[in-house]
């Protein structure tokens, strides 16, 4: 079945500093990927849709400056916290949608960054 | 807007007792609707789905769901409760393309 890799698992940095988050589609291509935030013991928040080739749809009230996506290829797409503080610490899970399947909405998660800003 | 409500945050059950967790939503057009399941500092694993066709969706691990139109719910059911069902669950809907909208989660505790 399809698999989507996300690295790192977890990550700590300091305050201030950049961290990049990778989510691989490793079977398929992926022509959309989703990137969201999961606060603890909280529901998933959609931060952004990365679309290949183009420019990241935001929902309202992600920073489109804080939080950077890439998505370069068919099969990778990576986030960036760029100065990070300690409320960006969260849990940040990808999804990737198969590009075989637009008539059965198929969506495979990665297992998700622990990031913890200090 | 579509919108998913999960009912019951935490839903304690006793190993082989039967699950119920339900999940009501609201949406405009007919909906695609999901169940997630989500182990500790792990991602999202899909259960089941519904996009058309037999209401009555079965799932990976024993777990079914059926798409009640007239009462705009998806409840996932399981006949008898295994201890490795201890988990958050997660139902979601999909109207718009490509947009998946989660519930609150409620998280399943399995009592020996």
């Known amino acids: 079945g399809a698999v989507v890799s996300q690295h790192p698992s977890r990550v700590i940095c300091k305050s201030g500093t950049s961290v990049k988050i990778e989510c691989r589609s490793l079977d398929f291509q992926a022509t959309t990927m989703f990137w969201y935030r999961q606060f603890p013991k909280k529901s998933l928040m959609l931060m952004a849709t990365?679309?290949?080739?183009?420019?990241?749809?935001?929902e309202q009230g992600v920073e489109k400056d804080k939080f950077l996506i890439n998505h370069a290829s068919l099969t990778l797409s990576t986030l960036t916290v760029t100065s990070a503080h300690p409320e960006d610490s969260s849990f940040y899970i990808c999804s990737a949608r198969d590009r075989g399947t637009d008539l059965n909405y198929g969506y495979t998660f990665g297992s998700g960054t622990r990031l913890t800003v200090v | 807007a579509q919108s998913v409500t999960q009912l019951g945050s935490h839903v304690s059950v006793s190993e082989g007792a039967l699950v119920l967790l339900r999940c009501n939503y609201s949406?405009?057009?007919?909906?695609?609707l999901f169940w997630y399941v989500q182990y500790p500092n792990q991602g999202l694993q899909l259960l089941l789905k519904?996009?058309?066709?037999?209401?009555l969706v079965k799932g990976i691990n024993g777990f079914e769901a059926e798409f009640k139109k007239s009462e705009t719910s998806f409840h996932l059911t399981k006949p008898s409760a295994h201890m490795s069902d201890a988990a958050e669950y997660f139902c979601?809907?999909?109207?718009?393309?490509?947009?998946?909208?989660f519930g609150q989660g409620t998280r399943l505790t399995i009592n020996p």
């Open positions: 990365s679309n290949e080739g183009s420019k990241a749809t935001y």
């Open positions: 519904y996009t058309t066709g037999a209401t």
């Open positions: 949406s405009s057009v007919p909906p695609y």
């Open positions: 979601a809907v999909s109207e718009e393309p490509e947009k998946l909208v």
